[in-house]
């Protein structure tokens, strides 16, 4: 298994919690733009299968 992205992942969030990080001030495009994206409706979970139904019912 390559583990490479958790260990990206845990590397970019120490980074961001770093005091010297975390008082720079955010771009307001960012913000917003990441709103925007969490108030669309969520996908359908069942789009690869085009169906609710299931053969474990």
Do not use: K
């Not at 590397?11 to 969490?38: F, G, T």
Request: charged letters at 20%; proline letters at 7%; a positive charge.
């Amino acid at each position: 298994m390559d583990r490479r992205w958790l260990a990206a992942l845990v590397d970019a969030m120490e980074q961001a919690a770093r005091p010297e990080v975390r008082h720079v001030p955010c771009d307001v495009s960012l913000i917003s733009a990441a709103a925007a994206h969490l108030a669309r409706p969520p996908a359908s979970t069942f789009a690869h299968c085009g169906s609710t139904y299931s053969l474990r019912n």
